[in-house]
């Protein structure tokens, strides 16, 4: 009979610390603002997670469809329930720790790779806002006026975990996968970020909402900016050490790489990471140079009133171009080879980063012209700008098919050009011989005599 | 301040400072460095704070990124020996040095303390956070701004011309 006054009192309570507002606003009151945000984030993570766990899944069931097999399809209807039964035989896994490891950074490594994939999802735009008896509520966890930079500056530290997963480890073989990986998640890095500059260039802000939205006026950037998009889809798969880019965990020279010594749920951890940094880069693949959101060939859902049913069909979108991403990455691992690392190497730091620079000088040099002839900022912007980059992609095209410097290991030189690389090359014809990871890597940390002691 | 803003404050400063001393007490220079790490993060959170949310991303993505990154990989080819044989790289005289340097910032920030700061009008609050600090980077800034990325080609050209020096063996 105490329970019935209480009642009244809370919902009065409620009623002062959420107020009503008007659906096509923000909402004004804090706490609203605070719950709002607290609901997302649990939204946000519990279906990244779930996601995640079904993109193993996915790549099995891809992998298989590729190789013309079934896979996976004996725990629950098609395999779905294939993901829990790895989790739980992760779970009662032993775990091993190596007697020389370093205890801690043993520990913390494999939650270091995990987690910076997760955080970039805090601020990418999802849908268009969700109108409430309470306000309207943003669809993105966090709405930062630096969303860009903090997805720059988050993804940047992915690097740490598989480091120091090789690092703590104190195996050789972890050691140089780690080796590996900074080396080449650094050099891929700086092609990523310069990659992006175009898109700031032509939103003239840091936030993925203000990207989004000129993409939504003036066309999707993968048309006026397709050259960045392509570099930024090759950076990603580097990025990610997915196929052709997954040298530090090269079975076939290094056991596993990086995460050689780890077994049972830290093993997993690091599996799961490989698909959180996969979906993460989808999504900002989707959201930089896809239009993120946005419904092509209508202003229908980017104008307001907003309604439930445009966020629902928006949302759908985003997971659409997401997943249409995701789907290539698998695709691509289960076509193509591995690159060699020199190969790797010269990719990055000799094709991708000038390609770039260039490029960003080029667009930006555009976009003044452009703004001086008093093209305005519309579907006349873009259209030439696409035609700016139809030229300069045949031109790419044309210059990377010439079978010189990314050639496949198949691809014969001529002994004019093999004579010629020999002589320029200090160390020996790596370009020739079939195996020269260890000499390259080496060569690549030029200071590390105890490595090429031991392999020599 | 609200308690809300006071609470935020104390955690991050307090983060901070804890992540700093740990950072010069570790004997591992991999330990080092993830401290250091640390530290950044708390003061990229005391930059939000300050409503400069762009120093704050920048301070993670330049040091706690880049800086870092590059760290680890002179420092893992430095130590590749096992952790517990390496001898503690603080000699006695860089320590020294250290603690000079430190009582001389600290008294130095004491005395600073005793002035009172001019108060400065602040920046109307804007949704693009990028165009005010390129708008006073590339006008009053523009000379230093461009010896800055001089000072930094020089470093460049300098390790490239490093890495290029043909091993005499």
Known sequence: MSALPVLPALAVDLAAWFPRHDPQLPPDSVYTFALASSIKLLVVFTLYMLGVALLTLAERKVSAWI???????????????????????????????????????????????????????????????????????????????????????????????MVLAGWSSNNKYSLLGSLRSSAQMVSYEIALGMSTIPVLLLAGNVSLHAIIDQQAHMGWNVFSLSVAWFIFLVAA?????????????????????????????????????????????????????????????????????????????????????????LFLFMWVRWTLPRFRYDQLMTLGWGIMLPLALGYILVIAT????????????????????????????????????????????????????????????TVAPSTAMGAPTARTLATAAAGAHDVTEEIH | MTPFYRFQFYLFALMAIGAAVLFVTRRSPVAAALWLVNVMFALSGLYVMLDAPFVAAVQVLVYAGAIMVVFIFVVMLLNLGRPGQLPDLRAAAPRLAAGVVGVAILANLLAVRRNTFPSVELAPPTDNVVTPVAESLFTEYLLAFELTSVVLLVAVIGAVVLAKRKATA
Do not use: C
Not at chain 1, 382 to 410: E, Q
């Open chain 1, 67 to 161: 190789q013309d097999r079934r896979g996976p399809n004996r725990a629950g209807p098609f395999g779905l329930l294939q993901p829990v039964a790895d989790g739980i035989k992760n779970l009662m896994k032993e775990e091993v720790r190596p007697g020389n490891a370093d205890k801690w950074m043993f520990i913390i490594a494999p939650m270091l790779a995990f987690i910076p994939a997760m955080l970039v999802w805090a601020v990418l735009p999802l849908a268009t806002p969700l109108p409430t008896p309470w306000g309207l509520i943003d669809m993105a966890v966090a709405t930062l006026p630096i969303g860009y930079l903090f997805m720059l500056a988050v993804s940047s530290l992915g690097v740490y975990g």
């Open chain 1, 237 to 325: 798969f580097a990025e990610t050490n997915r196929l052709p880019f997954d040298l530090p965990e090269a079975e076939a020279e290094l056991v596993a790489g990086y995460h050689t010594e780890y077994s049972g749920m830290k093993f997993s951890m690091f599996f799961i990471a490989e698909y959180a940094n996969m979906a993460t880069m989808s999504g900002l693949m989707a959201a930089l140079f896809f239009g993120g959101w946005d419904i092509p060939f209508t202003d229908w859902d980017n104008t307001g009133p907003y309604t439930v049913f445009k966020t629902v069909a928006t949302l759908a979108m985003f997971a659409a171009k997401t997943g249409a991403f």
């Open chain 1, 366 to 425: 555009a976009t003044l012209a452009l703004d001086w002839m008093g093209v305005p900022r519309d579907w006349r912007f873009s259209v030439s700008l696409l035609g700016l980059n139809v030229v300069l992609t045949g031109l790419l095209l044309a210059w990377g098919d010439r079978g010189k410097l990314v050639s496949p290991a198949s691809a014969r030189l001529d002994a004019r050009e093999l004579a010629r690389r020999r002589a320029r090359s």
